[in-house]
Nanobody, 128 residues
Framework: QVQLVESGGGLVQAGGSLRLSCAASGFTFSSYAMGWFRQAPGQAPGKEREFVAAVSWSGGSTYYADSVKGRFTISRDNAKNTVYLQMNSLETEDTAVYYC?????????????????WGQGTQVTVSS
């Protein structure tokens, strides 16, 4: 069965760094674009998760939300079926549950707001 398993979350002080990983199995990883979304605490029920970053199936294209551009870097290793999110200069506003997602839209070039698969999430807490 399809699995996306996130790891690497935790508690960090503002200005610090974390690296999230998402290990995929049960589907052809190299055919899917991969992305990271987040949901902040207290977010209204039903509100869509916030897009953070995405990478195309080949790794050749990357996309970032304006709020993380220049601080976060997404990458993937198709040999290891894993996608990463390097988060630097973390801010308290980055506190959220971070979700990994896989999307085959446009032959794995983009991640939409309704990807094919979701992970269970990993908590990131940034303290001031």
């Amino acid at each position: 069965q399809v699995q996306l398993v996130e790891s690497g979350g935790g508690l960090v002080q503002a200005g610090g760094s974390l690296r999230l990983s998402c290990a995929a199995s049960g589907f052809t990883f190299s055919s899917y674009a991969m992305g990271w979304f987040r949901q902040a605490p207290g977010q209204a029920p039903g509100k869509e998760r916030e897009f953070v970053a995405a990478v195309s199936w080949s790794g050749g294209s990357t996309y970032y939300a304006d709020s993380v551009k220049g601080r976060f870097t997404i990458s993937r290793d198709n040999a290891k079926n894993t996608v990463y999110l390097q988060m630097n200069s973390l801010e308290t506003e980055d506190t959220a549950v971070y979700y990994c997602a896989a999307d085959k839209t446009d032959r794995g070039e983009v991640v939409t707001s309704r990807p094919d698969y979701w992970g269970q999430g990993t908590q990131v807490t940034v303290s001031s």
